[in-house]
């Protein structure tokens, strides 16, 4: 089951792409710059905090549920996924109630 | 303990406050609430998945209990803090430059090993070793402490700075009136954090922390301000590089305490503030600023200056500092007697800056004896 997780994560953002793209609302958009750079901007934020976390032992992750590469000890590759993917489809979310 | 509530609380609540009073105001409009409605049912479906599969685990002893379903409550701040980033990015990241451009220059970077180091020394010689606790408290004074006494002063200080070419130097930069709101909500913060960690080590401490920071803020800020009341501008100038070493050394909880070397550091405070006002008693005479050096003049100024260091000499050997110190003493009495017989008061300003970088030849002495004290007698 190690590839459940990260399937699931890369299915919903190529879904969440290709909505992005047919409607041009942040990647796709004239705004893209700005738009990449809060997202980059929030997942350096987002990670510091699962370092922390990390850090004194408060969360860890299954190693059954994930693929076992680690972007730093004990914060494994799907969490930047996971955070990209949270941020973009909320931009998009929010892009799509305006 | 560091516990997830605090890790994500202390995030969440700064962007809450950041978002309402500096940024965006998001959380006010309705688009955005809406949005957090969606997100909220987003994350719970997601978040559910990664905690009851379970994808992330969690630590029982660090977490607070309440769950949502098999979600800690946590998450969810963890969820808002950082969509609050998102959404204020942008301004978030200018912050972040501005800080490092404008409170960071105001703060004197120059300066700031003047303020850590009386902190740290106690708790080295003393504990022979600087835990992370400890750490806390010497970062304390290392910068936010520095970002405070200089920050207010730069705001309360503006107009009579305006004119004073001493302010592009090492001693700072001037700080226009648009950043001074930044500025103090910077500080604001950054005080108000270190309050909890004071309050759980002793109520004394507690109690000197509160002193040291009012010290800090009335130095310059009305209606008090210090620094115009000859005497107790030097007092209290004085006192923003003592306290730091009180500190430390009741953070520790030391038993004998070092009456005769904190008073030699007093007295030699309240000395070098006298000799650094000396440069300025033509401008703080334009800018109706009364102090020390104003109302005594430049001559007495210097001997003022000059037998208060005499005193903490004496007063510190009293304490137990080795005689041969002496010589590494002997480039500051040159230094006050050249000022002494200087002309014009403004001159010496090259002499304080001199001062200055002395001080870190001085402390290197001292360091390289500390060391040399603690790891081989």
């Known amino acids: 089951m190690q590839f459940l997780y990260i399937t699931i994560l890369l299915f919903s953002i190529i879904g969440i792409f290709i909505l992005d793209r047919k409607r041009k609302l942040v990647l796709f958009s004239s705004e893209r710059t700005k738009f990449a750079g809060a997202i980059v901007a929030t997942i350096m934020f987002a990670l510091l905090l699962d370092g922390i976390g990390v850090g004194f032992n408060v969360f860890y992750s299954n190693p059954e549920a994930i693929l076992g590469l680690y972007v730093y000890p004990d914060i494994p590759i799907e969490e930047p996924i996971l955070l990209f993917l949270i941020t973009h489809s909320s931009l998009v979310t929010w892009r799509l109630l305006s | 303990m560091m516990t997830y509530l605090w890790i994500v609380g202390i995030p969440f609540v700064g962007l809450l406050f950041y978002d309402i009073f500096i940024g965006k105001r998001m959380v006010f409009q309705k688009k ?61 990241i200018n912050s972040v430059l501005l800080v490092w451009k404008k409170v960071l220059v105001s703060s004197r970077p120059f300066s700031w090993i003047n303020t850590a180091y009386p902190a740290a020394l106690p708790i080295f010689l003393f504990q022979k070793t600087i835990g992370i606790d400890d750490l806390l408290i010497v970062l304390f004074f290392l910068i936010p402490y520095n970002f405070l006494v200089y920050g207010v002063n730069d705001v309360f200080d503006y107009e009579s700075d305006k004119n004073n070419p001493r302010k592009q130097s090492i001693e700072g930069g001037l700080l226009e009136p648009k950043y001074h709101a930044v500025t103090l909500w910077i500080i604001g913060v950054f005080v108000l954090a270190f309050l909890p960690l004071m309050a759980s080590r002793s109520l004394l401490l507690f109690g000197l922390f509160v002193g040291v920071i009012l010290n800090a803020v009335f130095y310059s800020a009305k209606p008090l301000r210090l620094k115009s009341i000859p ?40 000395a070098s503030h006298i000799l650094g006002a000396i440069p300025d008693i033509v401008p703080d005479i334009r800018a109706k600023e009364r102090t020390v050096a104003t109302v005594f003049g430049k001559r007495k100024s210097v001997l003022l200056a000059g037998s208060g260091y005499i005193a903490a000499i004496w007063l510190s050997f009293v304490g137990g500092v080795p005689i041969w110190i002496l010589i590494f003493l002997i480039p500051y009495f040159v230094n006050v007697i050249i000022i002494l017989k200087l002309k014009e008061s403004e001159d010496a300003q090259k002499n304080f800056r001199f001062f200055m970088y002395y001080n870190l030849v001085f402390g290197a002495i001292t360091t390289m004896y500390v060391i040399y004290k603690t790891s081989f007698l």
């Open chain 2, 32 to 92: 955005f609430q809406m949005f957090l409605g969606i997100f909220t049912i987003a994350m719970l479906l997601f978040d559910f998945y990664l905690t009851a599969w379970p994808v992330v685990l969690y630590n029982p002893a660090l977490i607070s209990g309440l769950r949502i379903g098999t979600i800690p409550i946590e998450d969810f701040l963890y969820g808002y803090a950082m969509i609050l980033f998102l959404f204020n990015a942008q301004g978030l």
């Open chain 2, 231 to 270: 005497l107790l501008d030097s007092i209290s100038s004085s006192l923003h590089f003592v306290l730091p070493a009180v500190v430390g050394l009741v953070w520790i909880g030391i038993p004998i305490f070092p009456t005769y070397i904190i008073l030699a550091f007093f007295v030699w405070g309240i």
